[in-house]
């Protein structure tokens, strides 16, 4: 057993005849398939809030979950306490809920090497002093104060954590993997003659402190924050109506993210239930759009060395001008679907059950000048950034506010709107898709998804794209609204 192996064995207090002894137990009332996931996490976090410190945590959580798969059934039990009683427990639990005709046994254990590493950084890069991390927090607050007098409340987050893992399986694979993750964020709010306005900044991934040098600085983050709620302070009220509209690079991806990427997870699709279930070949957008799912981009916040259940991460092509090329696999949904893993099984933590899940998803750039694509536009929509909305995920759906958005008015960007939100569904909107540009940006690191009640990080990303004509709710009067 190589170093970093015997790492993670004594870190949970295991040997091969544990594991192997947990995996008997789970598989004694039949079932066709077993894992162990064992978890051991440490995790920071600050909040300054009005230049105070509200909260400064540190803490550790250590947990084991067991599954068993026995067909399309699946049972799942976990322990946050690692004593070999408390494990097999768990692992009698999971069988009994998944019992079924044994069809494998335990085979011998071995560790699989992690043959990429996409993380560049080190345990130690994240677990410095508190001090260090409270230090860019303070630098965000006072960046985003001194952006502008008529900034008057500012809140600035830190958290990280580091996430040891050690998969088991009944197939006799063991794979292990450390997973550091840093956020940074700023929310600041902008109040003149009784209005209030917001923005917010913030970024990180899979690095280290030294990823707050230089260009990703707290005080861009807290510049950008600033900057969004004095813009917002200045801005009408959005028109209403069918409008062309662009959407920016980057973030704006979070609106492909949840109205086209959820749709594309196996488990909807093999229970018939996605607007996309039985439509592979066919083709389901523009021909201009190319959609992947990658989790092995260096350093990016959805990225990992292996998923959540010891598979390699994988960049995998969705959709290829405009037709469906497959959908995001995790084991249970690839076996019933005869189809290969993309290594997209995750989880939150050992409490929960692991499901195919986005990575990084995002469209490939094309070849048109995003001056170009906004000249294009008489009158319509330029999205720079949304806040919350609703994706009804059997049939694409959504409601999405801007929080960022502007006029187009004769091929030229004019005044900020505010109260917009963009309403359509995904497969139809990107049918619409009539330009994409060359500028193909990834969020800054800051995306968090949820599903099922599982929240895990993300990454969202897209060049500058026209869309022909999408419904804008907004809220100026029917007169007001100068090229309806």
């Not at 137990?25 to 976090?45: K, Q, V």
């Not at 550790?60 to 494990?87: F, K, N, W």
């Not at 900044?201 to 709620?229: C, D, H, M, W």
Request: charged share 25%; aromatic share 6%.
């Amino acid at each position: 057993m190589s170093a970093p192996d015997r790492f993670f064995f004594d870190r949970f207090g295991l040997t091969e005849s544990d594991l192997e002894k947990y995996l008997a137990a789970a598989l004694a009332e039949g079932g066709d398939y077993a894992d162990l996931y064992f978890e051991y996490t440490t995790t920071s976090s600050i909040l300054l809030d009005e230049s105070l410190v509200k909260s400064a945590t540190e803490g550790i959580s250590m947990g084991c979950g067991v599954r068993v798969v026995a067909g399309e059934q699946t049972g799942y039990a976990y322990s946050d306490d690692l004593s070999p009683e408390r494990i097999l427990k768990a692992a009698r639990i999971a069988a009994r809920i998944a019992s079924g005709p044994a069809r494998v046994s335990t085979v011998g254990l071995s560790a699989v090497e992690t043959v990429h590493n996409f993380y560049a950084v080190s345990h130690p890069s994240i677990d410095r002093d508190l001090a260090e991390k409270l230090a860019l927090v303070v630098r965000g607050d006072g960046a985003a104060r001194a952006y502008d007098a008529r900034i008057r409340q500012v809140r600035a987050t830190y958290a990280d954590q580091v996430r040891h893992v050690l998969v088991a399986g009944s197939d006799g694979r063991v794979v292990t993997d450390l997973q550091p993750l840093v956020r940074f964020g700023v929310f600041a709010i902008a109040q003149e003659n009784g209005k209030l306005q917001s923005g917010s900044g913030g970024g990180g991934g899979r690095v280290g402190l030294e990823f707050f040098e230089g260009t990703n600085s707290p005080e861009y983050f807290a510049r950008e924050a600033a900057r969004q709620a004095i813009v917002q302070l200045e801005a009408r009220e959005a028109p209403a109506g069918e409008l062309e509209v662009i959407l920016g690079p980057g973030w704006p991806g979070i609106l492909l993210h949840e109205a086209v990427g959820h749709g594309l997870e196996a488990d909807f699709n093999r229970k018939g239930i996605s607007a996309f279930s039985g439509r592979l070949g066919q083709r389901v957008a523009s021909e201009l759009c190319t959609v992947v799912d990658d989790g092995t981009i260096p350093s990016r916040r959805g990225s990992l060395n292996v998923d959540d259940e010891g598979n390699p991460t994988q960049r995998t092509v969705l959709i290829e001008n405009g037709i469906l090329r497959g959908y995001l696999q995790d084991r249970l949904s690839a076996g019933l679907m005869k189809m290969t893993r993309t290594g997209n099984g995750r989880r939150e933590s050992y409490e929960h059950i692991p499901m195919p899940r986005m990575t990084n998803t995002y469209m490939l750039a094309g070849t048109d000048a995003p001056e170009d694509i906004i000249r294009s536009v008489k009158r319509g929509l330029y999205a720079v950034s949304f806040g919350g909305g609703q994706v009804d995920i059997t049939n694409g759906k959504f409601v999405f506010s801007a929080s960022e958005a502007y006029l187009i008015e004769d091929g030229k960007v004019t005044a900020p709107v505010k109260g917009a939100t963009l309403i359509g569904d995904g497969p139809t909107v990107l049918t619409r898709v009539t330009a994409v540009g060359n500028d193909l940006q990834l969020d800054r690191g800051i995306g968090t998804c949820g599903k099922d009640g599982q929240s895990v990080p993300v990454g969202v990303g897209i060049p500058t794209i026209k869309v022909s004509r999408l419904t804008v709710g907004g809220t100026a009067p029917r007169d007001a609204q100068s090229f309806q």
